[in-house]
């Protein structure tokens, strides 16, 4: 895994200081797992039909929401921090039987596949982010038609969001205080700007005992959870 010490110090630009580097893994951490909540709202609100593990659709949609609605520099710096921050988690996983009984899959699988759906949706310029996060060959192979299948599943999906917006239908109920707050508040406006959802959804920040992330589907509510900023500053590079 040394291809991921040196993606470390390609995530410190020039001028950087640890602290800007810390609060970028921290955005862009908030940001993908926000997304990834975002993938359970769909399916729920569209009624989405799931052939698989849904917590590996609401990962695929995460990565298409990057895809979809960042500038490509803005996607990579992302894609960046937040298969780095999967990697970090999966380097606490220390118990094999939690780590493959648990709902979602191993952090180390969800890093690679992120990896590989990144690099696959646009292999003619990501060969460098694809060989800093140390994708073998072998995985590389299939990534572009990975992200195709993805695409051609989420796709018509995110045409039917975009094509009725923009909209106000997610509504965002935390504090506008704070770092997370501000983050999840920014990317509710900059998505009400570009689609609408058929249903109203909820987003909030607020306190709920642990560091994770839910989709509430009896109240049609996406909840990041307060604890979640101090766990990622913890597992920051
Ligand atoms: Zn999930």
Known sequence: MKSLIFALTLLLPLGACADEAEDNFVSANLISIFYHEMGHALI???RLPVFGQEE???DMASVLFLEN???EEDAVSIAYDSAL?????SQNETD???TAWG???ASLQRFYNLVCLFYGANVGTRDDFA???GLPAARAETCEAEYQLADDSWGPIFDELFDAGPGDSIIYTGSDKGFAQEIISGEVATLNELLALPEDLEVTVEPCGQPNAFYDSSLVRVIICTEFEPYLRKLAP
């Open 69 to 71: 609605t960042f500038s």
């Open 56 to 58: 590996d659709a609401a």
């Open 44 to 46: 729920d609100i569209m």
């Open 131 to 133: 060989d800093d996060m």
């Open 85 to 89: 921050g999967l990697y970090a988690e």
């Open 96 to 98: 094999p039987n939690e």
């Open 103 to 105: 709902v979602h899959g």
